[in-house]
């Protein structure tokens, strides 16, 4: 007979089964999760994709990118490609590719070649998806034309100030005088087509401090980018920009600019000449402001200066009609010159009867 307030043998075998089945189920359990989501992860699946690349060649005689497309520049048009590979795998891969690839091209093409290659093995060629466990199927283009040029390595080029500059340079020097580009021979001709052609500094955040009239001197001043993919210049940065600026050039319009005429000695009182108009108007001419300033009114003041224009008579002029002729502008002030061609004036010269 069992003791008093002892459980039933058959009680506690069921208890221990109960609490075998729990400790069972807790291992189980996750692991059985485990393998639903390694195999759901491991699950080999397909999608859509879009990829834009460049490429390059390891020839380093030569230079390679990618021909733009007939309908659009490449850089606007990505290529549509199918993956297949494991759902993770393509998961992890999907940052990569959304950046623009550089692919590596074999070194074996022509120079000024246009080679037509295939999309999909370029792409399956990229370690990083040969690494990923991933492959391209499909693309679409499904070809992709690129350029092979031969390459040139650190040409000097000088060095010159802006065109752009508005001020009047009385000198200037740059150290270093040249800087060296290297790229695709067909682009390098283009930007650079004689010897003289030059690349330009960049003065532009020093604008302010180089208005002012006198001797400046620059340091680490930018040279301005090509805007030419694959063309690299360097250095960067020159060392030093020395320049001498005069003072400021501006622009200014003189409204009306009187008439003079010289005539061959002989011919005066002789001649009777008639003009279309008696002064010529919008004169345009730049030079220092300074300079400048005698050309205006001052404080109601008539300007300092009062230039004319001269129009000069030869004894062929004689008894011609309708001619017309370029003036000189004359009396302008130092370093004052005319911005376009000196303009012209319509004559006629008739002889004066003498009496007998």
Known sequence: MPNPGEQPRSFRRSRHNVVD?????????????????????AQSTQERLLVSFDVYTTNPSQYASVA??????????????????????????????????????????????????????LLNSYQPIRQAG???????????????????????????LPDDLDLAVASFSITPPS???????????????TEKSGLAVDLSSFRERISLPGQHRLEGVPIKPTGIPGVLVTPARVTEVRIEVSAREVEYTLSTVPLVITQPLPTINQWTIELREKTVTNVRVRGPANEIRRLQSQDG???????????????????????????SIVDLPPNVTLMDAPPTVEFSVRSVSTPN
């Open 301 to 327: 003041k008539p300007p300092e200066i009062t230039p004319a224009a001269v129009l000069r008579l030869t004894n062929e002029d004689r008894d011609r009609s309708d001619v017309s002729r370029a003036v």
């Open 68 to 121: 733009d497309r007939d309908d659009a520049p490449l850089a606007d048009t990505p290529f549509t490609v199918e993956v297949e590979g494991s759902r993770s795998a393509i998961q992890q891969l999907k940052p990569q590719l959304d950046r623009r690839l550089l692919l590596e091209l074999s070194d074996t093409y022509q120079a000024e070649s246009e080679p037509t290659l295939s999309v999909v093995a």
């Open 21 to 41: 089945l729990l400790k069972t189920m807790a291992l189980v359990v996750p692991l059985t999760i485990l393998i639903w989501v390694y195999a759901e992860r």
């Open 179 to 193: 800087a060296k580009v290297s790229g695709p021979a067909q682009a390098i001709a283009k930007l650079f087509p």
């Open 134 to 160: 991933v492959t391209v199927t499909s693309a679409t283009p499904s070809t992709v034309k690129v350029r092979i040029d031969a390459r040139i390595n650190n040409r000097p080029i000088p060095l010159l």
